[in-house]
């Protein structure tokens, strides 16, 4: 088998193992996204992402990573098994698979918003999934509560704590603490 030339580049490789021969093929960012937009569930979650500002795209993304992460198991994109140290190599397995040698969920935030928001610096990315975790933290939980779960108050106690996204954002932070807490 080849070790990859450029793994710093490339988070996502390729291994397609048969009787002929072993190999690795590099998957590129672009691939990745296109291989995700193949499928109709995660197509509208990216075509919903890059009509919004970064932020909320950010929340959008953090709000569906669950499911973005099943949609990529399932398309084939993540049967490995998660490895914490990029010098683990992962036990290759005979036929097809997909292979991602050091999943780190912040870097495949990173890349699902570089799809969107390709011009945007890795500091701004950060920045941006840093505030979309702020809405769905324990702190944005209990400005909630005490806005008597009312979907103005609530909004408006969000957009205070934390200026920068959409109305429509804050009101679906609500949305997701309302549902959380049936």
Do not use: C
Not at 151 to 171: D, M, N, V
């Amino acid at each position: 088998m080849r070790v990859a030339e450029d793994p710093a580049a490339v988070r996502v490789i390729e291994s397609t193992f048969d009787t002929r021969k072993d190999s690795l093929i590099m998957i590129t960012p672009e691939l990745l996204t296109a291989r995700l937009r193949s499928v109709p569930e995660a197509k509208l979650i990216f075509d919903k992402m890059a009509e919004l500002p970064l932020w909320d795209a950010a929340y959008i993304a953090l709000r569906n990573e669950f499911l973005l992460n099943m949609i990529e198991f399932d398309a084939g994109l993540r049967n490995a098994a998660f490895v914490e140290d990029p010098a683990v190599q992962p036990k290759p397995f005979i036929g097809p698979r997909r292979t991602i040698l050091r999943f780190d969920p912040r870097e495949m935030m990173i890349l699902r918003l570089k799809a969107v928001h390709p011009d945007a610096t890795d500091t701004r990315l950060l920045e941006a999934i840093e505030a979309a975790r702020k809405l769905t933290s324990q702190k944005a939980w209990a400005l909630m509560m005490d806005a008597d779960f009312s979907r103005a108050g609530s909004a408006a106690a969000l957009q205070q704590e934390w200026p920068g996204f959409e109305q429509k954002t804050y009101e679906l932070a609500y949305h997701d603490f309302r549902v959380a807490n049936r």
